[in-house]
């Protein structure tokens, strides 16, 4: 008892190792993918300063950088990289972020840092020139705590000294847009009102304009001289009614004038009433706090950053409200959104797939034994007929919640577009009815692809049921295929298309079309225009998983009442350097054929499973060992009487996973064939080793023909390495 609690010990240990060691991979993954989306040059640091992802943006600054710590990239910015590390470290012990700034040859660099659990820190270094910092008008770059980063020329010959911190010329701190101040210069007393702008989380800009009395239509006379700050500014009263506005801000939301306006004709509210927002922000408790809205352009709808500040006092007292301009900000937040609820989607489709391949497998494979022993006269006969066939179709369901993960097994192959398209005419004509009709338009000498043809057949069958469903009154379908050659990269829908040759197949329609709205979320799982049982939203999403996994990609346009066009991109193909798929489609109802001989290693976690294998093979005449994990089949194997001639494992196991334990016992035992079975595609367990030599892969669910098949072709030598 006590070995065996021991052993379950050791097995959930091994488990949580390697929990924890997918669940780092994942959080990096994910911490890649932020990187990537900032338009900021970043990098992850991981163990002992140790560069572990640079992203694009820094990757185009540093063409060719192959530094390996971080104290080789902190070199190209700063003479001494220790100050900046021992900064940032003294900061993240007491804070979730961490900023330097330096003065550099070429202006300023801010190194900010964050921490992230399991995988270490994300940096991101932003870089200031001189030029862009000393501006005509007289300026200042201040941190977090009002020390003075940068003093533009103007501010600098105003003082003896150099400044330090702000409170040496301004006594209020923080400052908000429009405050006025009273400067004491080397050349007399000056009345300014500033201008306040982030640059960064840690850095503002503040610059400092005469106070004038001029007026403009847009303009009161004290903001004549904040006409021109490329700060996006607006002027608002408490009941909300916009009292002035710079040409930036104007420019920002895309009106002409803003007189005679309210704040909510030009903003939508921060999910609560405008007036609550800006009484809160008038008694001082919404301060400085930023809402991201939405602007109502008259062209254009763009996202704004809003910062409330009071100004004035008495009946003057009013609000000013900062702008910043964040649509682009918010288009990669909405698309890194996406991906991670796609992944999500993914990943749940993906290990409830694999669970269900293992049942099906159980189940389809004690079918095929029924069936062995009933001719098609027995009374059970038909029913176990039902059994497989509805088998066969709960393992084309888990196909699809594959096709979206993108982990489906695909059987590729050189493919003629015209020939598919011709074989599947008939049966795409009986789909889109007699108010329908079907054309097919096909460009002389249309180069092959390559790809499974079963799933290339629904992908086609997807998009004309579709189009189908979209033209209730009838119309015409067309599908038009021709090639396509880019010489340069194309950027559509947010995805860049690398240059290269093309196979393109349009499906277009003359249906309803598809509202902007909804066009973007089209290829999600579980969406559909249909009404409520017309559909279940898992058609395009199958169609874009298909698609990605073949090495596609996929685009849709659309409008309202004139209809829908969906793009294919196909890879050119050469046909000569096509692959040879290894384990072939086993028949309708299981054949035992002719006896074999052997020795099966059967190692499968999977009870009903094993089981299952284990009288298939004995069947056969193959003599079976079976093991329930990779552990005791590496004991069994120390024997050295033991002889084995095949191995039958399962992949992904507690503890050694299956390409782990074969290549120890191919060490000692390097003739032993090798079979592996798995709910998971082949590619899913890759772990950057070489393939093991010869080995053939059998996707889960496999009939009880196809697993005998396998095995003798293995000891036969007659399949080829999948």
């Not at 009013?318 to 999500?344: C, G, P, R, Y």
Request: include cysteine.
């Amino acid at each position: 008892m006590a070995l065996a609690v021991l052993a379950t010990c050791l097995v959930t240990a091994a488990g949580l190792q390697a929990f924890r060691s997918q669940l780092t991979g994942t959080r990096l993954t994910l911490a890649k993918q932020l990187c990537e989306l900032s338009g900021e040059p970043s990098i992850i640091i991981g163990d002992r300063n140790r560069i572990v992802h640079l992203n694009k943006a820094m990757r185009d600054r540093l063409p060719g950088f192959h530094g390996e710590t971080i104290e080789h990239l902190l070199g190209l910015w700063v003479a001494t990289d220790r100050d900046v590390r021992l900064d940032l470290e003294r900061q993240l012990k007491v804070a979730d972020r961490a900023y330097h700034v330096a003065q550099t040859q070429t202006g300023l660099t801010e190194f900010s840092a964050k921490r992230m659990a399991g995988v270490g820190m994300i940096w991101t270094i932003q870089e200031f020139s001189k030029a862009d910092l000393d501006t005509d008008l007289p300026s200042i770059i201040v941190g977090q705590t009002g020390e003075i980063r940068f003093a533009g020329g103007a501010v600098r010959d105003w003082f003896q000294n150099p400044l330090k911190d702000v409170t040496e010329i301004i006594e209020a701190w923080p400052l908000s847009n429009g405050d006025r101040c009273r400067i004491e210069t080397l050349d007399g007393d000056q009345n300014y009102r500033l201008g306040v702008s982030s640059l960064s989380e840690n850095l503002t800009q503040i610059m400092f304009f005469p106070a004038v009395a001029e007026a403009s239509p847009n303009v009161e006379a004290d903001w004549a001289a904040i006409e021109d700050l490329p700060v996006p500014l607006l002027k608002v009263s408490h009941e909300g009614k916009l009292l002035a506005s710079n040409r930036e801000a104007r420019q920002l939301l895309g009106i002409a004038s803003t007189q005679g306006r309210r704040l909510s004709d030009v903003l939508d509210g921060p999910g609560r009433p405008i007036n609550d927002w800006l009484a809160q922000a008038m008694n001082g408790a919404g301060a400085h706090v930023s809402e991201f809205l939405r602007g109502r352009g008259e062209h254009r709808d763009t996202f704004v950053q809003v910062t409330l500040s009071t100004a004035g006092s008495g009946d003057g007292l009013h609000l000013i409200a900062v702008l910043n301009d964040v649509t682009e900000l918010k288009t990669l937040e909405a698309q890194f959104v996406q991906s991670q609820k796609m992944q999500a989607i993914g990943q749940l489709a993906g290990g409830v797939a694999h669970d269900f391949n293992n049942l099906l497998t159980a189940i389809s494979g004690h079918c095929d034994l029924l069936l062995l022993r009933h001719d098609e006269g027995h009374q059970n006969y038909a029913d176990l007929i039902q059994i497989h066939q509805n088998t066969n179709r709960a393992a084309s369901l888990v196909g699809q919640l594959l096709a979206f993960s993108r982990k489906q097994n695909l059987q590729f192959e050189t493919i003629d577009l015209r020939d598919t398209l011709s074989d599947l005419t008939h049966l795409l004509n009986r789909l889109v009815g007699e108010k329908i009709t079907l054309m097919l338009e096909h460009e002389d000498g249309l180069a092959p692809i390559r790809a499974d043809r079963r799933q290339l057949e629904q992908v086609l069958m997807n998009l004309v049921v579709n189009a189908r469903d979209a033209m209730q009154k009838g119309g015409k379908i067309r599908v038009v295929t021709h090639n396509l050659t880019l010489d340069a990269q194309m950027r559509k829908d947010r995805v860049v298309v690398p240059p290269g040759e093309y196979v393109v197949v349009n499906v277009v329609d003359e249906g309803s079309g598809i509202t902007p709205e909804k066009l973007p979320k089209i290829f999600e799982p579980f969406f559909t225009t249909k009404r409520t049982g017309e559909g279940t939203g898992l058609g395009l999403s199958t169609v874009y998983g298909i698609v990605k996994q073949t090495g596609g990609y996929i685009f849709a346009e659309s409008e309202v009442a004139k209809g829908t066009t969906f793009s294919l991109l196909f890879p050119k193909h050469d046909a000569r350097s096509d692959e040879v798929v290894a384990v072939p489609r086993p028949p309708e109802t299981p054949q035992l054929g002719g006896k074999a001989e052997g020795v099966v290693l059967l190692v499968e976690d999977e009870s009903p499973v094993r089981a299952f294998a284990s009288r298939a093979l004995s069947l056969k005449g193959f003599s079976v060992l079976e093991a329930a994990c990779a552990e005791a089949a590496l004991k069994m194997l120390e024997d050295p009487e033991l002889k084995v001639d095949v191995f039958v494992t399962d992949v992904i196991m507690p503890g050694l996973d299956g390409p782990t334990w074969v290549r120890q016992a191919l060490k000692t035992r390097p003739e032993t064939q090798v079979v592996f079975v798995s709910g998971y595609p082949e590619d899913a367990f890759e772990d950057g080793e070489a393939p093991i030599p010869n080995a053939v892969f059998l996707p889960k669910p496999f009939s009880l023909t196809a697993l005998t098949q396998a095995v003798q072709g293995q000891l036969q030598g007659e399949l080829e390495p999948a």
